[in-house]
């Protein structure tokens, strides 16, 4: 019989609680923790070489929490090993440059990914890896436990029971691995309050700590996508979109990215969508943020339901009076959950569409370009082919179909198979291209010495390219050379688009692997801003009956 | 402005709940209903047609409430929706018998598969799907909410908080769907406390009333394997698999499925393992029930981490004294979660090693045998190739660069692949061959009109198959031919191994592709029962210092 301590984890919590009791004296108070204290907490409880997650969610931010561990002591507090989502805020980066924090594995990097490279190449910040967010969820129960959580709520009882109100987004995946591990949560709160909260999103008894923030946590809100700014050619191919792929396969249940791209296909379902009677055969079911551009097609009665990861600002009141259509709490107000979202997206849904930066003559496509290193979010996850799933769709039938037709062997087993969309204009902004035979991952990857390429969709997931060209079905493609031609076939005016070779083009035409607009019975002529249901915000507004509040920045007037 | 309404979910849970209010009168205290009065409960709230979730786990189950939604009033309660991850109860079917449901969506059905075979065959179940549980978990997100939820718990406190205990299994999952869409949740409770309870597993606001049960829910000890039932063939793969994969990929996070085959590598770690010098090199990170075949490597050390899908009768006292193994609570009893331990198993895992009851010559396999329905349970999440993963581990990458090797393509994008192998004898219980030229999942399909075969693990997600004979490691095949000559190489005595192509087998084992017990240094003489680490549940016990207590079933002192 082994005699060693088995109950480290849990001393080591009691330890640390004792710690900060003893250094917060009367500025403790059960879990309440005075605002001023915060740094004498984080000293007390954080140790070098921690794996601490500071709640950086793809909307909400810890951000008093990140400042204060920020202002640590890097005498006291190094080699921190930071385990989180999203890098939002520069506080993220500085505690790598404040020599706080050494070690990285996140899921996206959006606005810091230039600063993030710079770091990383000046070698003051080791990446383990660039997850997407289920993966990186599913880590910390295995190898990635964080021992530090600081994480951001709305509100807390006197108990120190956290109402997160809507955007609850990671802040369940992250306290569950930490309490239930002897690590130590700590929460930041807009408010304390005496009596019940509207709700319970956290209990008390796994939060560690409770301190009030001087001031509202920070929330992006990053799936507002002004109508106004939606262009006739992102009109164009909303309509094939529509017509090529959601009818044709009747999708119900997917997910879009974030986008001008995918937010004209929502603006279209009640107009160009509705008059192809499409109105209950499509777009049924949602995994999706509470996109402001979907308010007229939710107004028309397209939408059943939509589970949501996280949710926008000024959606809010919207909503609250919508609550058949959202996951919303005995309060009104909406349950996101970003771990759920995510299993539904992967394994409930017959269909994601998104957009890239890059793809090559093998259909992989990357948002990974040189000096920035952005990470995926959840575009890996909902971007490949989920293949555990077992139950039965026309939708994923259809897709398998196409896919296994005279194949044979173990590729040739009946299965069905997930749609995934990469829809990309052939030129993006300084007139880049979009399609490229070497995407600039593979350069990035020697550059950072990563052991892959950073590709956000494989391939070998993507079952059709979308371009204001056409649409090419790489299920159809029976070969390298096939797919090759038609990737070539929608790439338009760029390099590899002129490099198509004309007869077999015509030839995957013929066989319907690629599609035009003609082929689809879709005049370009009829592709203007006037089939938007909404064309600005104020439409949206309208369209909401008031009840959508866009943020200031959104609003001329 | 559409004046439709839109608050409907909500109005109707406040009609239910009122329903239920009236009904019971002074039986309802607060949340709490008194025992006696569960059947009225049940009519209050219950509507023909609704979508219910009777928790059937793997393991707990909601016992008490299932019978008496089995005496419901059959004019008054029918066409039932159910929606639950496991039939494990004769209730769960007496609902389509008697007349209350008729429709079926569910993940597991293993002691009552031959029954709902016939069941469905009278057409008195309609069934939607059989999925794996986290697609299910999935779907109660999108397009498969609970209206109605049932579900067990340890304890409830005064104000309707639960304390699952150990076994919280598919309870968050379950509750946050049903909670957050307008719906009902009802939980059976073996006892009321008065004071606060150990932990807070599911706060009081998602509850909408809480039964005790006249006697504790009933748990199944699913996972307990008796050392003295393991074979020496048994013996023998377990060294081949620890030998030829395990050490060869350097497998650190993995998951066993049941079965005594795993129980056998499980044994074999702190021996055979041990003299192999491969302690701290493998299997120190798992998704796993706390099996009690692990306590003896856990004891040596070889075990840094375990998350647990539920937890297992008997292992109580042993897990609360290991708590820097298992995820624990502050109460010191398990925290298990299927959701967060399936997306384990998909994500943070490397390796999934399971058995099955048949495989075809393209390496597909299924435990569906004629007669009867079972499911897959988690199989199909973790035996599969998760194709949205993006952080690399050297076994990762090595089996994605064997699986690529000289491809071009998308096939060729270099990846890393996940290792999913099938462990199986070639002969199983009354010398039924387990390699066949049809797995009887297709005669299953047509009898039951699904839409695909149902197949468990697809062939072109296992990597390795291993039997008595030897290891096929078919990432190494190059074609249709070479992979049915690698699984016929390895089929022994059945009719399938017998039509093997004896030079083109011997070519594959030359090449590494094929490779018997001698090309990796064991001798088969080896393999005898002196290297299980225990060779009966006494053992355990002894390995245990004490601490695991099996079930009553499971002793013969």
């Known amino acids: ?59 909400k931010q810890a951000d008093f929490l990140a400042q204060a561990l920020a202002s640590l002591d890097p005498e006291r507090v190094h080699h921190l090993h930071m385990v989180q989502s999203v890098l ?15 070690r990285l594995d996140f899921s996206f990097s959006g606005p810091q990914g230039a600063r993030l490279a710079r ?5 003051r910040i080791e990446i383990g890896a660039i997850h997407t967010y289920l993966e990186l969820f599913s880590r910390y129960f295995v190898d990635l436990t964080p021992k530090i959580s600081l994480v951001a709520a709305q509100a807390a009882d006197r108990h120190g029971n956290l109402y997160t109100g809507p955007n609850t987004e990671d802040t369940p995946a992250i306290v569950e691995a930490t309490a239930f591990s002897g690590g130590i949560v700590i929460a930041q709160v807009n408010e304390v309050v005496d009596g019940a909260l509207p709700r319970v999103d956290i209990p008390a008894d796994w939060v560690s700590f409770v301190v009030p923030a001087p001031r509202p946590n920070f929330i992006e809100p990053l799936f507002t996508r002004d109508p106004a700014q939606i262009s006739e050619i992102q009109v164009l191919m909303a309509m094939m979109a529509i017509k090529g792929i959601y009818a044709r396969y009747g999708v119900q249940r997917l997910n879009h990215g974030i986008g001008f791209d995918t937010a004209a296909i929502e603006l279209l379902l009640p107009t160009y969508g509705e008059s192809l009677g499409l109105k209950g055969k499509i777009c049924r079911h ?14 028309a009665g397209w939408v059943e339901s939509i589970h949501s990861f996280g949710s926008e600002l000024g ?13 919303t709490g005995p309060d009104g107000s909406l349950r996101s959950n ?27 496509s990357s948002t990974a370009t040189l000096g920035r290193i952005a990470g995926f979010g959840g575009a890996p996850n909902m971007g490949a082919d989920a293949r555990g799933r077992r139950h039965a769709s026309p939708t994923w039938l259809q897709a398998g179909e196409e896919s296994r037709r005279g ?32 995407l600039d991952a593979w350069t990035l990857a020697e550059q950072a010495r990563m052991p892959l390429p950073p590709i956000m969709i494989y391939g070998d997931d993507v079952t059709h390219i979308l371009t204001e060209e056409g649409i090419a079905n790489l299920l159809l493609c029976r070969s390298d050379e096939e797919r090759e031609q038609a990737i070539r076939g929608v790439a338009g005016y760029t390099p590899v688009g002129l490099g198509r ?35 600005s915000m104020r439409d949206l507004v309208r369209a909401s009956g008031g009840l959508y509040r866009p943020p200031q920045r959104f609003r001329n007037w």
């Open 407 to 438: 194949r044979h062997g173990a590729a040739g087993t009946p299965r069905g198979q997930k749609l995934v969309v990469q829809m990309v204009e052939t030129f993006r902004e300084h007139m880049q291209p979009a399609f490229v035979e070497r």
């Open 338 to 364: 970003r771990a759920f979202s995510q299993a539904a997206g992967h394994y409930a849904c017959d269909l994601f569409i998104g957009s890239t930066l890059q793809m090559d003559l093998d259909g992989n």
């Open 286 to 299: 949602w995994a999706l943020n509470p996109h402001p551009a979907l308010i007229p097609a939710i107004e």
């Open 88 to 102: 939002a805020l520069p506080e993220h980066l500085d505690l790598f440059e404040l020599g706080l924090a050494s």
């Open 119 to 123: 770091l990383v190449s000046q070698g």
């Open 1 to 59: 019989m082994d005699h060693r301590p088995w109950n480290q984890r849990q001393q080591d919590r009691q330890a640390r609680l004792a710690r900060a009791a003893e250094a917060l004296g009367p500025r403790l108070s059960g879990r309440h923790v005075a605002t001023g204290a915060v740094t004498d907490l984080l000293h007390a409880v954080i140790e070098p070489h921690d794996r601490v997650c500071l709640e950086g969610n793809n909307q």
């Open 501 to 535: 070779d004309r007869r077999l083009v015509e030839n995957l035409r013929d066989r319907g692997v690629i599609q035009r607009p003609a082929d689809l019975g879709i005049d370009p002529r009829d592709a203007t801003r006037n089939l938007l249901a909404a064309r």
């Open 315 to 327: 959606m809010e009141d919207y909503i609250r009076a919508r609550s058949d259509v959202f996951f």
